[in-house]
């Protein structure tokens, strides 16, 4: 069975500039989280999407947005990027049923705001 | 204070060596315990998890929990140069939309 794939793998953009980062999750998993990672403050949990509804989300301001599409597949998008926006993205997905199941990573998004 | 605090390390250990690394956390509803490692330019893949307190062990792997000391646990037993990654302890409370709180996590070096 296929893992978790994110596209582009490697980013760099210019500050005020906007980024649109893809996942597609395993096959039958309908629950894609998104989370950034940097070497301050870890892995922080920016939201989840279920069935094409938010389901969850982490304390990152209003330009950090995603959505989720009929197949699962999810996008995130940041805009107006800023320094502190440069990160690994990673998403993780899930059967997402009725209790917590285990979350399968992608490798992950480098981004880098110049 | 952060929900999660994790020894920062890094951590240089030689073969065979067992290595433990630590979590403590402040949120009481936290209901899942889990490990991850990750390796340099790869997502993180789940090593161990654990519901509420106790052990739970899956081959040279031991995961702790006590809920009392808000306190949990990762032993390795005969560590490998393999298992030179960087390790990550992450909780969540219960439901199913419960998102992960993640340590900063520990770079662990295993020498031959």
């Known amino acids: 069975k296929a893992g978790v794939t994110q596209t582009p793998r490697y980013l760099i953009k210019t500050r005020g500039q906007q980024v649109t980062l893809s996942c597609s999750p395993i096959?039958?998993?309908?629950?894609v989280s998104w989370y950034q990672q940097t070497p301050g403050q870890g892995l922080q949990f920016l939201f989840e999407?279920?069935?094409?509804?938010?389901?969850n989300k982490g304390n990152f301001p209003g330009r950090f947005s995603g959505r989720q599409f009929s197949n699962s597949r999810s996008e995130m998008n940041v805009s107006t990027l800023e320094l502190g926006d440069s990160a690994l993205y990673l998403c993780?997905?899930?059967?997402?049923?009725?209790?917590?199941?285990?979350?399968?990573f992608g490798p992950g998004t480098r981004l880098t705001v110049l | 204070q952060k929900e999660v605090e994790q020894d920062p390390g890094p951590l240089s250990v030689p073969e065979g060596a067992i290595v433990s690394l630590n979590c403590t956390y402040s949120?009481?509803?936290?209901?899942?315990f889990m490990w991850y490692r990750q390796y340099s330019r790869k997502g993180p893949e789940l090593l161990m998890y654990?519901?509420?307190?106790g052990n739970k062990e899956d081959g040279r792997f031991t995961a702790q929990v006590d809920k009392s000391s808000k306190y949990i646990s990762l032993f390795i037993r005969d560590s490998q140069p393999s298992d030179s990654a960087t390790y990550l302890c992450?909780?969540?409370?219960?439901?199913?939309?419960?998102?992960?709180?993640f340590g900063k996590g520990i770079t662990l070096s295993v020498r031959p």
């Open positions: 993780a997905s899930s059967l997402g049923g009725s209790s917590l199941n285990e979350q399968f």
């Open positions: 096959s039958g998993h309908r629950s």
């Open positions: 999407y279920f069935s094409e509804t938010q389901r």
């Open positions: 949120n009481s509803a936290f209901q899942y």
């Open positions: 654990t519901y509420s307190s």
């Open positions: 992450a909780m969540s409370e219960a439901g199913a939309n419960s998102k992960l709180t």
